[in-house]
């Protein structure tokens, strides 16, 4: 996607050193737009855990490139051993989103296929390589998939604006592309019809007002930022005509989890008869997890997050503001999971489809027992 | 209730001085506390109308002691027009709490009735009084039976805590003292039942942050502070047995207008079949009008509140932070509108009742037509 006219990626490798991964600072969005090199094993594992990239693709790929930066860092000796505990570290920086541990076996997979260490190196750059290009591809597909729907909505509307909600930032800024959640709306907007997008800001992290805001700004799409609380409000008042969210995780038989906050707007989506879509990339299927409510792991980060507010002060300067009193204690779930029967449909890369065991294995009928 | 261990009420007569009223300055809240005195009824009007006092009983209380200020600072001649015309001003700060309307209305038929500008006066004080004080003592009542409910959930979890949900302030700064939704909180942690409250930031003015966690901290209630955004998650995990707001009008037929994002809330409870408590007192009603989501007048506030976050900085000073890009476009909604379908009960001053039309005028008979 294009940041002020420039295309970009989320993460590359440095054009004149192959020993550096770029990666755009997140936590600096929207005051500021910075790119940070990752060196070192240290570093993947410091940028996923900090959130310098988040979001259920781009850490995928930012393991995978750890991996890559992990064997071409890598000693003569013990090789083998320093790759592995390098895929322990990374897979433990955050428990909830698939892609992280999918890319970090797929990265494995491949090394340990290779008899020397380089062709190790070989193997995980060019499997760092697949993971980002195939995610941008599936995100692209999801797109195509997705706009079917936005059309056929406007066309049942006859040509009145789309309303379209989403939580948190399943853009482009959490993948390496396009996005998942905002795919469809990229694709609809480009092909010429009238959208209009409802941000939730998303705290504690404020990744809609951040990220999401953003990305529609320097698209052009038109969009409003609006509280969490406010999605119901508009729901019953007919202002949105679907949902449409992003997955960290999504199991066998359709929950789905997501930022924490997503499940409240499905609740009030089914209350008010308003479809609910999950677009995702196949990297984020569990198959081998059902009920994700009671079994996806959900991460409980610093309790800061909720007490304090970073931004932007009339003088230019990031602050941050406490906002309860000195002694309050706070708790802090990142995600929540969205039962499969609250979910209209699913958007995956390869079509659309129920969000339950036979819908999700129709699509991906190699992974049937 | 107490501030650092001394008695207050959140409006008073200054002791010395009947012709100033006093309140606690809750833009301050709660890393200050400041009372300010209000001596015109602009003073009142601003009052309102910029959140200095906010809540549903305090709107009221302090329109109640407005309409007195306008009667005590009236010219000789023109008495009653002047009084007249503040009435209007007072009833068009907020649109959405009943209890704005109720109290002026209140305050006009008393005046009206008084045939000299002396009496008047010194029926607008006593009429103030009035409200001020049978507000407080519908929320001592609202605890009272609050706490029945919550000591037989005690009684069937055979003594292990009770975890309470809230959303925005519903607390005794909100009223006059004891508050609607805290009150039977506070009865039942006086009388020792182990109780946890779950404290709803509320964006986007936080009063949940900055106000509810401040009222129980100072009262010694065991809490913590989430996000907006959490609340479903709990519900899912078994970790919240009630929740319990208040509310800024409710219609003849039991919707409840309330802080935005109560709605999500209650959607929520009734997909995990928890029980989901309105408080409110009397004076909250709106006997005259029916369905809610369509006949209650939802405030839209600036939307500054949206992109920005105010609070305390590391070196103690207030700040005002920009969360989003500086061009974003933001809506802000003050409230919206709970279905009496989506509420357990509702409980006022005279007891507890099925949200129907029903179960209300089955303690208000004297509204039946």
């Known amino acids: 996607m294009k940041v002020s006219g420039t295309r970009f990626r989320t993460i590359w490798l440095k054009g004149d050193d192959p020993g550096v991964v770029q990666v755009i600072d997140q936590r600096k969005l929207p005051h500021a737009f910075k790119v940070l090199e990752l060196r070192t094993v240290e570093d993947c594992r410091a940028a996923i855990q900090d959130m310098t990239v988040r979001g259920a693709g781009l850490i995928g ?58 062709e190790s190196v070989k193997a995980a750059l060019s499997t760092a390589a697949a993971i980002a290009d195939e995610d941008a591809e599936s995100c692209r597909r999801i797109g195509g998939h997705g706009k079917e729907i936005i059309i056929e909505m406007a066309r049942k509307k006859r040509g009145g604006t789309i309303h379209i909600l989403t939580h948190c930032n399943a853009g482009w800024l959490a993948f390496v592309d396009y996005g998942s959640a905002t795919a ?58 679907l949902v449409l969210t992003g997955a960290d995780r999504v199991t066998r038989n359709g929950d789905a989890a997501n930022k924490i906050g997503t499940y409240l707007k499905a609740a009030a989506a089914k209350d008010n008869g308003i479809p609910f879509y999950v677009a995702l990339p196949s990297s984020s299927f569990d198959f081998g997890r059902v009920d994700g409510v009671k079994n996806i792991p959900i991460e409980e980060r610093d309790s800061g997050e909720v007490r304090f507010v970073a931004g932007k002060t009339a003088d230019g300067k990031i602050e941050t503001v406490q906002i309860c009193p000195d002694t309050t204690p706070a708790r802090n779930w990142g995600f929540d999971v969205t039962p499969a029967r609250l979910i209209t449909r699913l958007i995956c890369e390869r079509g659309v489809c129920e969000a339950s065991e036979a819908g999700i294995l129709g699509l991906f009928p190699e992974e049937k027992t």
């Open 61 to 118: 790929a930012t393991a995978g490139y750890g991996m890559y930066i992990a064997a071409l860092t890598s000693p003569e000796k013990g090789t083998r051993a320093f790759i592995e505990k390098a895929a322990e570290i990374l897979v433990a920086t955050r428990p909830t989103a698939a892609n992280l541990a999918w890319a970090v076996n797929r990265q494995l997979a491949a090394i340990r296929a290779c008899p020397t260490r380089e």
């Open 184 to 241: 469809p709306i990229y694709a609809a907007f480009d092909a010429g019809v009238a959208v209009h997008v409802w941000v939730d800001e998303t705290r504690p992290r404020n990744q809609g007002a951040s990220l999401t805001a953003w990305e529609l700004g320097q698209h052009g799409v038109p969009h409003d930022l609006i509280t969490d609380n406010a999605g119901g409000h508009l729901m019953q008042h007919g202002l949105v005509d």
